[in-house]
Protein backbone atom coordinates (compact mmCIF):
# COMPACT_ATOMS: atom_id res chain seq x y z
CA UNK A 1 0.00 0.00 0.00
CA UNK A 2 1.56 2.98 -1.17
CA UNK A 3 0.88 6.37 0.73
CA UNK A 4 0.16 9.63 -1.75
CA UNK A 5 0.27 12.97 0.25
CA UNK A 6 -1.40 15.68 -1.81
CA UNK A 7 -0.36 19.42 -2.07
CA UNK A 8 -3.51 21.63 -3.29
CA UNK A 9 -1.76 25.42 -2.27
CA UNK A 10 1.43 26.63 -2.64
CA UNK A 11 2.37 26.63 0.74
CA UNK A 12 2.22 23.42 1.15
CA UNK A 13 5.41 22.92 -0.73
CA UNK A 14 7.31 23.96 2.12
CA UNK A 15 6.29 20.62 3.49
CA UNK A 16 8.09 19.00 0.91
CA UNK A 17 11.55 18.20 2.95
CA UNK A 18 9.35 16.64 5.92
CA UNK A 19 7.06 14.66 3.44
CA UNK A 20 10.06 12.72 1.10
CA UNK A 21 10.81 10.20 4.41
CA UNK A 22 7.11 9.00 4.44
CA UNK A 23 5.53 9.62 1.05
CA UNK A 24 5.33 7.40 -2.12
CA UNK A 25 4.00 9.61 -4.39
CA UNK A 26 3.77 13.26 -4.03
CA UNK A 27 0.72 14.83 -5.76
CA UNK A 28 0.30 18.15 -7.27
CA UNK A 29 -2.95 18.66 -6.84
CA UNK A 30 -5.25 20.40 -9.39
CA UNK A 31 -5.59 23.81 -7.61
CA UNK A 32 -1.43 24.19 -7.22
CA UNK A 33 -0.77 22.61 -10.84
CA UNK A 34 -3.03 25.71 -12.29
CA UNK A 35 -1.55 28.19 -9.52
CA UNK A 36 1.92 27.31 -10.50
CA UNK A 37 2.01 25.51 -13.35
CA UNK A 38 4.63 22.78 -14.22
CA UNK A 39 6.97 24.46 -11.84
CA UNK A 40 5.53 22.56 -8.98
CA UNK A 41 6.56 19.27 -10.38
CA UNK A 42 9.51 20.10 -10.74
CA UNK A 43 10.17 21.54 -7.28
CA UNK A 44 9.09 18.16 -6.06
CA UNK A 45 11.24 16.45 -8.25
CA UNK A 46 14.21 18.79 -6.81
CA UNK A 47 13.43 18.68 -3.53
CA UNK A 48 12.22 15.05 -3.10
CA UNK A 49 14.45 13.04 -5.84
CA UNK A 50 13.62 9.70 -4.75
CA UNK A 51 9.80 10.18 -4.46
CA UNK A 52 7.70 10.02 -7.33
CA UNK A 53 5.28 12.68 -8.77
CA UNK A 54 1.86 13.13 -9.48
CA UNK A 55 0.38 15.67 -11.65
CA UNK A 56 -3.40 15.81 -10.73
CA UNK A 57 -4.15 16.71 -14.50
CA UNK A 58 -7.98 15.61 -14.39
CA UNK A 59 -7.16 15.67 -18.20
CA UNK A 60 -10.33 15.38 -20.08
CA UNK A 61 -9.22 16.56 -23.51
CA UNK A 62 -5.70 17.60 -25.26
CA UNK A 63 -4.59 14.07 -23.95
CA UNK A 64 -1.14 13.97 -25.75
CA UNK A 65 -0.40 17.79 -25.03
CA UNK A 66 -1.14 17.83 -21.41
CA UNK A 67 0.86 14.27 -21.09
CA UNK A 68 3.70 15.48 -23.15
CA UNK A 69 3.94 19.02 -20.24
CA UNK A 70 3.80 16.82 -17.06
CA UNK A 71 5.81 13.90 -17.87
CA UNK A 72 8.21 15.98 -19.85
CA UNK A 73 8.80 18.21 -16.15
CA UNK A 74 9.22 14.44 -14.30
CA UNK A 75 5.85 13.43 -13.33
CA UNK A 76 5.70 9.89 -13.13
CA UNK A 77 1.84 9.96 -12.61
CA UNK A 78 -1.09 12.04 -14.73
CA UNK A 79 -4.79 11.36 -13.96
CA UNK A 80 -7.70 11.48 -17.01
CA UNK A 81 -10.94 11.66 -16.45
CA UNK A 82 -13.23 8.49 -16.97
CA UNK A 83 -15.56 10.45 -19.05
CA UNK A 84 -13.22 11.39 -21.22
CA UNK A 85 -13.09 10.12 -24.84
CA UNK A 86 -11.42 7.25 -25.83
CA UNK A 87 -9.50 8.78 -28.22
CA UNK A 88 -8.15 10.81 -25.02
CA UNK A 89 -7.44 7.55 -23.18
CA UNK A 90 -5.37 6.35 -26.84
CA UNK A 91 -3.77 9.44 -26.74
CA UNK A 92 -2.48 9.77 -23.28
CA UNK A 93 -1.77 6.22 -22.75
CA UNK A 94 0.67 6.23 -25.91
CA UNK A 95 2.75 8.91 -24.24
CA UNK A 96 2.69 7.40 -21.07
CA UNK A 97 3.92 4.33 -22.59
CA UNK A 98 6.79 6.72 -24.39
CA UNK A 99 7.83 8.30 -21.16
CA UNK A 100 7.74 5.06 -19.12
CA UNK A 101 5.40 6.75 -16.74
CA UNK A 102 1.88 5.76 -15.77
CA UNK A 103 -1.94 7.00 -15.95
CA UNK A 104 -4.89 7.24 -13.42
CA UNK A 105 -8.12 7.16 -14.31
CA UNK A 106 -10.23 9.20 -12.27
CA UNK A 107 -13.84 8.53 -11.64
CA UNK A 108 -14.34 11.70 -9.75
CA UNK A 109 -17.54 12.82 -11.96
CA UNK A 110 -19.31 9.22 -11.37
CA UNK A 111 -18.37 9.58 -7.53
CA UNK A 112 -22.05 8.48 -5.78
CA UNK A 113 -23.25 6.17 -8.59
CA UNK A 114 -23.75 2.71 -8.51
CA UNK A 115 -21.21 1.83 -11.26
CA UNK A 116 -18.47 4.14 -11.02
CA UNK A 117 -17.31 2.76 -14.67
CA UNK A 118 -18.99 0.88 -17.37
CA UNK A 119 -18.56 -2.69 -17.38
CA UNK A 120 -17.10 -3.11 -21.16
CA UNK A 121 -15.03 -0.27 -19.36
CA UNK A 122 -11.71 -0.91 -21.06
CA UNK A 123 -8.36 1.30 -21.16
CA UNK A 124 -4.64 1.24 -22.58
CA UNK A 125 -2.01 -0.54 -20.87
CA UNK A 126 -0.61 2.12 -18.92
CA UNK A 127 -3.45 2.96 -17.00
CA UNK A 128 -2.54 1.76 -13.60
CA UNK A 129 -5.11 2.49 -11.37
CA UNK A 130 -8.67 3.44 -10.93
CA UNK A 131 -9.53 6.59 -8.64
CA UNK A 132 -12.07 6.63 -6.28
CA UNK A 133 -12.50 9.05 -4.02
CA UNK A 134 -14.74 11.87 -2.40
CA UNK A 135 -15.15 15.19 -4.33
CA UNK A 136 -14.19 17.87 -2.10
CA UNK A 137 -16.31 20.06 -2.41
CA UNK A 138 -19.86 17.73 -1.65
CA UNK A 139 -17.61 17.20 1.69
CA UNK A 140 -17.31 20.81 2.49
CA UNK A 141 -21.29 20.85 1.57
CA UNK A 142 -21.76 17.86 4.30
CA UNK A 143 -21.59 14.75 2.48
CA UNK A 144 -20.14 12.59 4.97
CA UNK A 145 -20.64 9.35 2.46
CA UNK A 146 -18.06 6.33 2.94
CA UNK A 147 -19.66 4.46 -0.38
CA UNK A 148 -16.07 5.92 -2.22
CA UNK A 149 -14.18 3.32 0.90
CA UNK A 150 -17.04 0.89 -0.13
CA UNK A 151 -16.34 0.89 -3.99
CA UNK A 152 -12.83 -0.57 -3.62
CA UNK A 153 -13.81 -3.75 -3.02
CA UNK A 154 -15.83 -3.80 -6.77
CA UNK A 155 -13.08 -1.94 -8.22
CA UNK A 156 -11.11 -4.91 -7.22
CA UNK A 157 -13.85 -7.85 -7.91
CA UNK A 158 -13.53 -6.14 -11.57
CA UNK A 159 -9.55 -6.50 -12.02
CA UNK A 160 -8.67 -3.12 -11.36
CA UNK A 161 -6.02 -1.50 -8.87
CA UNK A 162 -7.28 1.00 -6.65
CA UNK A 163 -6.04 4.36 -5.71
CA UNK A 164 -8.63 5.80 -2.92
CA UNK A 165 -8.92 9.99 -1.65
CA UNK A 166 -11.20 11.75 -0.04
CA UNK A 167 -11.78 12.62 3.76
CA UNK A 168 -8.89 10.02 4.59
CA UNK A 169 -6.96 10.77 7.68
CA UNK A 170 -6.32 8.81 11.30
CA UNK A 171 -10.44 8.69 12.04
CA UNK A 172 -11.13 7.01 8.68
CA UNK A 173 -7.63 5.07 8.30
CA UNK A 174 -8.87 1.38 9.46
CA UNK A 175 -12.10 1.42 7.35
CA UNK A 176 -9.71 2.18 4.72
CA UNK A 177 -6.85 -0.07 5.29
CA UNK A 178 -9.75 -2.66 5.54
CA UNK A 179 -10.51 -2.50 2.23
CA UNK A 180 -6.38 -2.60 0.61
CA UNK A 181 -6.55 -0.03 -1.94
CA UNK A 182 -3.02 -0.03 -3.67
CA UNK A 183 -2.70 3.51 -3.12
CA UNK A 184 -3.82 5.49 -0.14
CA UNK A 185 -4.52 9.63 -1.11
CA UNK A 186 -4.05 12.02 2.49
CA UNK A 187 -4.48 15.39 1.84
CA UNK A 188 -5.67 18.21 4.15
CA UNK A 189 -5.44 15.37 7.20
CA UNK A 190 -1.74 15.92 6.71
CA UNK A 191 -0.63 19.21 5.06
CA UNK A 192 -3.61 21.14 7.13
CA UNK A 193 -2.25 19.63 10.72
CA UNK A 194 -0.87 21.45 13.21
CA UNK A 195 2.53 19.14 13.03
CA UNK A 196 2.22 17.43 9.44
CA UNK A 197 5.27 15.38 9.75
CA UNK A 198 4.20 13.53 13.03
CA UNK A 199 0.86 12.67 11.13
CA UNK A 200 2.26 11.56 8.18
CA UNK A 201 4.75 9.25 10.53
CA UNK A 202 1.60 8.10 11.77
CA UNK A 203 -0.44 7.20 8.98
CA UNK A 204 2.78 5.58 7.35
CA UNK A 205 3.21 3.45 10.69
CA UNK A 206 -0.08 2.06 10.11
CA UNK A 207 0.32 1.07 6.17
CA UNK A 208 0.74 -2.65 5.90
CA UNK A 209 3.42 -3.57 3.51
CA UNK A 210 4.70 0.11 3.58
CA UNK A 211 6.09 1.59 0.48
CA UNK A 212 6.59 -1.93 -2.21
CA UNK A 213 9.70 -1.31 -3.75
CA UNK A 214 11.28 1.37 -1.39
CA UNK A 215 13.59 1.20 1.92
CA UNK A 216 11.17 1.84 4.28
CA UNK A 217 13.58 4.10 6.98
CA UNK A 218 14.38 6.51 4.74
CA UNK A 219 14.80 9.14 7.64
Known amino acids: MLLQVAFDKPEHLALLP???????????????????GLSAITTAREL????????DTKTVDG?????DMVFGAGAAFMTVLSCASSA????VGKRAAAFGATVIVD???????????PLN????????????????????????????????KKMHDRG????????????????????????????SAITESANPKEIARWIRDRLPNPGRGWPWDRR
Open 88 to 91: THEA
Open 121 to 152: AVFPESFGYVAVHSPTDARLAGNTSTSHIDAV
Open 18 to 36: QMKAFADIIEIGTPLLKRL
Open 107 to 117: TITESGKAELL
Open 160 to 187: FLVSLAGGIGPDTLEAVIAVEPEILVVG
Open 48 to 55: CPDVMVLA
Open 63 to 67: GQFEA
